[in-house]
T-cell receptor
Framework: AQSVTQLDSQVPVFEEAPVELRCNYSSSVSVYLFWYVQYPNQGLQLLLKYLSGSTLVKGINGFEAEFNKSQTSFHLRKPSVHISDTAEYFCAVRVDTGRRALTFGSGTRLQVQP | NAGVTQTPKFQVLKTGQSMTLQCAQDMNHEYMSWYRQDPGMGLRLIHYSVGAGITDQGEVPNGYNVSRSTTEDFPLRLLSAAPSQTSVYFC?????????????FGDGTRLSIL
C-alpha cells in the first residue's frame, strides 16, 4: 500500500518570501501525485498534478512542484507568497490499480504573515 | 456550475441517532467517494463507488453504509452515531476508470456527535 508523509504540520512565512512544502511518498508501483489546497471552511481544490513527463509541474496561483523519483518526493514551491495563500495544503498519491483512491498526507498549514 | 453538492453543511447529533449525509454531482462522473477529515490525519477514505450499483469499503468503513442507485447520488448513512464519528465529511467525484483524473470535492459536512 502507498503512503504519504508531509514533514511539516505548520509553516509560518512572511509575505513575499519563498516557501517550500515538503511531501514524500512510498509505493511499490508507479504513482500519480497531486497537491490540493483547502481554504477555511471549504472543500479541497486541486493545485497541480503529476501524471507523467516533465518532472516540474506548474499549477494555479503561481505554485509549482517537482517530482523526484529517486528521492520519492513531490515538494511544492512558490517563489513569493501572498496573505491569500494562507491555507492548508495536502499532498496525495494514487496508483492505477485496486481502489484507485487518493491517499492523503496529514496536511501542512501555511501561515503567511504581513 | 454546481459540481459536487453536499447537504447538510452542519449537523449535531446525539449518540445513537442515525442520519444520512447527501452527496450529488452533475458531471456524470462514474467514481464517487466519501472521506472523513480529522485534525492531523489528513483525509481518510470511508467508502467509494465505481458506478451505479457498485460500492466498496475504504480504509475506515465501520459504522457507515453507502448505496449508489444513480450515477448522480452517493449518500452516506450513519447507522448509530458515536462521538468518534465527529468529523468533517467530504464527498468527491471523478470521471474515467483510470487513476489519473483529479478529484472534485464538495464543501464538506461538519458533523458533531454529542
Amino acid at each position: 500500500a502507498q503512503s504519504v508523509t508531509q514533514l511539516d504540520s505548520q509553516v509560518p512565512v512572511f509575505e513575499e518570501a519563498p516557501v517550500e512544502l515538503r511531501c514524500n511518498y512510498s509505493s511499490s508501483v508507479s504513482v500519480y501525485l497531486f497537491w490540493y489546497v483547502q481554504y477555511p471552511n471549504q472543500g479541497l481544490q486541486l493545485l497541480l498534478k503529476y501524471l507523467s513527463g516533465s518532472t516540474l509541474v506548474k499549477g494555479i496561483n503561481g505554485f509549482e512542484a517537482e517530482f523526484n523519483k529517486s528521492q520519492t518526493s513531490f515538494h511544492l514551491r512558490k517563489p513569493s507568497v501572498h496573505i491569500s495563500d494562507t491555507a492548508e495544503y495536502f499532498c496525495a498519491v494514487r496508483v492505477d490499480t485496486g481502489r484507485r483512491a487518493l491517499t492523503f498526507g496529514s496536511g501542512t498549514r501555511l501561515q503567511v504573515q504581513p | 456550475n454546481a459540481g459536487v453538492t453536499q447537504t447538510p453543511k452542519f449537523q449535531v447529533l446525539k449518540t445513537g441517532q442515525s442520519m444520512t449525509l447527501q452527496c450529488a454531482q452533475d458531471m456524470n462522473h462514474e467514481y464517487m467517494s466519501w472521506y472523513r477529515q480529522d485534525p492531523g490525519m489528513g483525509l481518510r477514505l470511508i467508502h467509494y463507488s465505481v458506478g451505479a450499483g457498485i460500492t466498496d469499503q475504504g480504509e475506515v468503513p465501520n459504522g457507515y453504509n453507502v448505496s449508489r442507485s444513480t450515477t448522480e447520488d452517493f449518500p452516506l448513512r450513519l447507522l448509530s452515531a458515536a462521538p468518534s464519528q465527529t468529523s468533517v465529511y467530504f464527498c468527491a467525484s471523478r470521471g474515467g476508470p483510470t487513476g489519473n483524473q483529479p478529484q472534485h470535492f464538495g464543501d464538506g459536512t461538519r458533523l458533531s456527535i454529542l
